[in-house]
């Protein structure tokens, strides 16, 4: 079996079954599933590029092209062992993290789930598969944001970030829609191969714009960024794991899979460039309002978001070995600063920066992690955030518009290395806070994860030649779509970026040093509610949900006349508005049936006996006899199947509502008043009139064969039946026979519980 296939489905059923087994003997335990998963990846990965990659295909939906089709290339398996490898470190640090139960087991399965999903994502190679893959990462990040649904913030966090990515990826379906339909084919490999082709369509500007806002909206790009500073309310090894190695950089990876074909187009690079830079200038300043350590480092996160959508944007080669540098610098710095932002946090109860300090006698391992992983964060030597922050100054001096985008450059990464210097020194030096209430102290599971990232991030960068010949070169030429020479280095002489880099390092330096009053001066402006996302975020859905409850209160207000009212008029205005639109066609018609004065006769007689009659039994029998001259009709017209189906249904819904009937006290007939009575009379013969007209109009149209011959000629031949209604019922339209048969149980299952409580009550009541 194809090692793709194995590892999605293996991590699936893993996800389920081993937190219910494995996890109850230990909950460490469950980190074997995300190493198996890394190590595969690492025993087969040469292999694997060796042979240029793995491709294989199932057939799913034939009749539409769809298939099960996965794809393993080099940046596939760069972010597939991110994922597994980070995954299995957010593992044992939650198995330390979390309090001791089931809930700790749920949480567990949630992340193992989620890791499933991404690794579906990266691996999927079509785009339908890649859809459903995507989604499954919304909604199991609803479930991690949200996993504390005591907490309100939680819960609100969670439906706003399920909001923007689920609606992004409406958008994003329609997109990828438009590009197969324009390809011819919904596989990934093969619509990069045309990309020339589906950009000189004149679809592609739609398919464009809406493919990058599912992308923006995953990845948190201006104007969606505000909910993934909101998504800190999850738990911290949630807030790991989505930011450093999965769901917000999935949006980045589709850019990177896409670029190959669409990269020539200069809308697609005026978009991504324009987008990331504002994202990259919007997040720098909210870095520098927020206070929360957990914030402060999602702000940087959606700083770097940009910084990589930028990136992707830029046409030259330097860009991509940049794009997977940064991606692979990122990863591994911003997963450390996270878990130690946890230890901090989890141990003081306290999440300002501003209560925080002189923690590194009580939690000296997570000070030295902090220290590193937040020295490749800022760019110094000699880590691999360094050589990544050189790439990138390399690569927006290599493109156009050299200027605006070395100056936003030079903005954002002074104010990651403030931000740096913030959390690496703040909360573990200085001047101890009074008085000092430790929760706990330092744990194995709690430090082994940002220990090991943060070394490698010191390894990769005193060794970059060791990233470089493991995955990051063909990473690079995967991304720029052609073969392109990687090596990386650490010192790259006197440069021009060297230059940059050095004097980002001193503004942030200032912006550290004067932190407190940068962050009183920000804290004071008001951002007008025209540009703030979330405000109008929140004012629309407000909207939306004022238009529920008016709506509700006027559709849904117990009244039966009401519900029955609603539908009729709605649909007598359809059919006025149709007749209006096409005119009234009168048909030669002909009486040469005298049988019908006598169907039309117990027809009108049973109308009135309904309509005029005083007791619910009377008004059965009504309803009765026009029903039965309804099958007596079909009968005569020649379809006696419909006819005996007319005939059950009537003699069973008289059967029962008598029963029923007559179980309601004597005394409750008709409520109505007069003038209720008389509304309701206007509106039966509008409708009856209107039915009329359109059915007199329909047999003056000429008759379609078209449906009735397919049904005809194909019954037998495709679904085996002589009998073309039953076909029609079984076969053809089977699903909605199922739905409807469903609807009907449910109806009766609902139906059987409030008689049996209404039983129950009647016995309580009586003395």
């Not at 009244?559 to 006025?576: D, E, G, Q």
């Not at 309509?611 to 059965?620: D, G, I, K, Y």
């Not at 005939?647 to 003038?675: G, H, K, N």
């Not at 078209?706 to 209604?725: H, I, K, M, P, W």
Request: charged fraction near 10%.
């Amino acid at each position: 079996m194809a090692i793709s296939l194995t590892l999605v489905a293996g991590s699936f059923a893993g996800a389920a079954l081993l937190p219910w087994t494995l996890g109850r003997l230990s909950a460490h335990a469950l980190a074997v599933l995300p190493l198996a998963v890394c190590a595969t990846l690492f025993a087969y990965g040469n292999d694997i590029l060796a042979a240029g990659g793995e491709t294989v295909r199932w057939a799913w939906v034939e009749s539409l092209g769809i298939a099960l089709a996965f794809r393993i290339d080099a940046f596939s398996l760069l972010f597939a062992t991110l994922i597994s490898a980070i995954g299995a470190l957010v593992v044992i640090y939650a198995a330390s993290y979390m309090d001791h139960g089931t809930e700790r087991l749920r949480f567990l399965s949630l992340i193992l789930a989620f890791m499933a999903a991404m690794l579906g994502a990266v691996f999927a190679n079509d785009v339908i598969l890649f859809f459903v893959f995507w989604e499954l990462t919304s909604v199991l990040s609803f479930l991690l944001i949200g996993f504390k649904s005591e907490d309100a913030e939680a819960r609100r966090a969670a439906n706003q970030a399920l909001m923007v990515t689920a609606g992004g990826g409406l958008a994003l379906l329609a997109g990828l829609l438009l590009v197969a339909n324009i390809a011819g084919t919904t596989e990934i490999t093969a619509i990069v191969a045309q990309g020339e082709a589906i950009t000189a369509d004149p679809l592609f500007p739609a398919a464009l714009v809406l493919v990058l806002a599912g992308a923006f909206s995953k990845s948190a790009q201006v104007p969606f960024q505000f909910w993934l500073a909101n998504a800190m309310a999850a738990p911290t090894p949630a807030s790991a794991y989505l930011h450093s190695a999965t769901m917000v950089k999935l949006g980045i990876f589709l850019l990177i899979v896409l670029d190959p074909a669409f990269g020539h187009s200069e809308l697609w690079q005026t978009l991504l460039v324009g987008f990331g830079g504002a994202t990259m200038l919007v997040a720098a300043v909210q870095a520098l309002r927020v206070e929360r350590f957990k914030a402060v480092l999602a702000q940087t996160t959606v700083a770097a978001l940009g910084t990589l959508t930028l990136l992707v944007g830029l046409d030259n080669p330097v860009a991509a070995v940049a794009t997977v540098g940064f991606f692979l610098s990122h990863a591994l710095y911003k997963a450390a600063l996270f878990f130690v932002a946890g230890n901090a946090i989890h141990a003081t109860g306290v999440a300002r920066l501003s209560q925080m300090s002189g923690l590194f006698r009580a939690l000296p391992l997570t000070a030295i992690a902090a220290v590193v992983a937040s020295l490749s964060m800022a760019g110094l030597p000699p880590f691999i955030g360094f050589i990544a922050k050189e790439l990138l100054f390399e690569a927006k001096l290599t493109s156009a518009g050299i200027s605006a985008l070395l100056a936003v450059a030079v903005i954002v990464n002074a104010v990651l290395v403030a931000v740096a210097a913030v959390v690496a020194l703040r909360p573990f030096f200085g001047r101890e806070q009074k008085p000092a209430t430790l929760r706990h102290r330092e744990r194995f599971g709690l430090v082994i994860g940002p220990i090991m990232l943060a070394g490698l991030g010191a390894a990769f960068g005193l060794a970059p030649g060791l990233a470089s010949s493991a995955i990051l070169a063909d990473a690079a030429s995967v991304a720029a779509g052609e073969q392109i020479d990687t090596k990386l280095k650490l010192w790259h002489g006197l440069t021009p970026m060297l230059a940059l880099s050095g004097l980002a390092v001193g503004v942030g330096a200032f912006l550290a040093w004067q932190w407190e009053a940068v962050h009183r001066m920000l804290a004071r402006v008001s951002v007008p509610t025209p540009m703030h996302a979330e405000r109008l975020f929140d004012r629309l859905g407000g909207l939306v949900l004022a238009c529920a409850r008016t709506s509700t209160a006027a559709m849904q207000n117990g009244s039966l006349r009401r519900y029955t009212l609603v539908p009729l008029l709605a649909a007598t205005a359809l059919i006025v508005f149709a007749l209006a639109r096409t005119g009234i066609a009168v048909p030669d018609l002909t009486f040469d049936r005298p049988y019908i004065i006598g169907i039309v006769g117990v027809l009108v007689i049973g109308s009135a006996l309904a309509a005029l009659a005083r007791s619910f039994l009377t008004v059965l029998v009504g309803v009765g006899l026009v029903g039965y001259a309804l099958g007596v009709l079909f009968l005569k017209k020649g379809a006696p199947d419909l006819a005996f189906t007319q005939f059950a249904v009537e003699t069973v819904f008289v059967v029962i509502a008598t029963a029923v009937v007559l179980r309601l006290p004597a005394s409750a007939l008709d409520a109505r008043t007069i003038r209720q009575k008389r509304v309701d009379g206007a509106v039966a013969l509008s409708l009856g009139a209107a039915s009329t007209l359109l059915a007199i109009s329909l047999l003056a149209s000429p008759f379609d064969e078209r449906v009735s011959d397919y049904f005809r000629l194909a019954s037998y031949t495709e679904a085996f039946g002589r009998n073309v209604v039953n076909v029609i019922i079984v076969d053809f339209r089977a699903l909605d026979t199922l739905g409807e048969i469903g609807v009907v149980a449910l109806a009766a299952v609902a139906a059987f519980g409030l008689m049996r409580g209404l039983r129950l009550r009647a016995k309580r009541s009586l003395p």
